[in-house]
């Protein structure tokens, strides 16, 4: 196929730094016109290659031009070309002409068959990631207000480390020079960000893990459903977490983290869901409930 065979002209030249192309015409069983033509497109983009006539001519690449040699399939070429196509609205700049370049050079029409916004509506969000973004490559330290899920305000200085988008939101991981150590933190309630010129170099792997580890000790929670919630039972989980019980009621399945979100989601479900299993979670829902009697004065 012609992909690889762009690909084996580059690394042929990169070893012998100089052939023919009557030498790469013989090589690859094709003709020398199929040959410049390669040439033509190698050159159209980016990669440095220039012909030089005499007893020691040929075919040349740029004395310093390196490619990483680790050989990319069919199927990895597509899949750059796709995550590609769901980056420019993620914050990322001149995408559309990078995957302009990457489809000649892999030699793939590509069809724009799928979109992926994670923007909300208007600006604010975008300067916001953006401003982050260059932060972490900048290795800078931020400064800014941070607004927890109880509401409280406090002003926070972290060495950002790593945008992150998990279940419909955009966090950030960083690491806060007050509390010293890796936090996360949830985009929304980011306010005041000023980029300091204050520099980091450390980056953050090992506590990243501890977080990660964390985070992921998810709990199981049984769920009684009303059957009048169908809708929104099939549009949020998964078949294999749902039981349709012979009223048309449901038993539901979640697997998440035990923390405030959670307690906030099940309430979202209103009279129509309650909590059957575990024990603990059920008995922190009906106190949350209490509460909320008490602020209506009932």
């Given amino acids: 196929m012609q992909i690889d065979r762009l690909f084996q002209i580059i690394y042929i030249l990169l070893e012998k730094k100089t052939v023919t192309a009557k030498m790469l015409s013989e090589q690859f069983e094709v003709s020398q ?55 420019p609205k993620g914050g990322t700049e001149n995408i559309k002409e990078t995957l302009k370049k990457y489809s000649n050079f892999f030699q793939k029409s590509y069809q724009n068959y799928i979109q992926v916004d994670f923007s909300e509506w208007g600006k604010q969000k975008e300067t916001l990631f953006d401003t982050l973004k260059k932060a972490i490559f900048d290795k800078r330290v931020i400064s800014f207000v941070y607004y927890n899920s109880e509401g409280e305000k406090t002003q926070r200085k972290a060495e950002p480390y790593q945008l992150w988008f998990k279940s419909r939101n955009w ?16 985009l929304n309630r980011i306010k005041n960000l000023v980029v300091t010129e204050e520099f980091f170099d450390k980056i953050w792997e090992e506590q990243e893990n501890e977080v990660n580890n964390k985070l992921y000790q998810d709990i199981t929670i049984v769920l009684e459903i009303d059957s009048s919630m169908a809708y929104r039972v099939y549009d949020e989980f998964e078949i294999e977490q749902i ?46 409930i209490k509460n909320m009697i008490k602020k209506y004065n009932i």
């Fill in 33 to 87: 016109r199929t040959i410049y033509r390669d040439i033509d497109i190698l050159s159209q983009c980016g990669i440095p290659l220039y012909s030089a006539r005499g007893r020691n001519g040929g075919i040349k690449i740029l004395e310093n031009f390196v490619l990483n040699k680790s050989a990319m399939t069919e199927q990895e070429q597509y899949h750059i070309l796709i995550a590609l196509q769901s980056l």
């Fill in 171 to 186: 966090y950030l991981k960083a690491y806060c020079q007050e509390k010293k150590h890796l936090r996360i933190f949830k």
């Fill in 243 to 288: 039981y349709k019980k012979q009223n048309g009621d449901f038993t539901v399945m979640l697997y998440c983290p035990e923390n405030n979100w959670i307690y906030d989601y099940i309430l979202s479900w209103g009279e129509y869901a309650i909590v059957k299993e575990p024990l603990f979670v059920k008995e922190k829902m009906e106190q949350k």
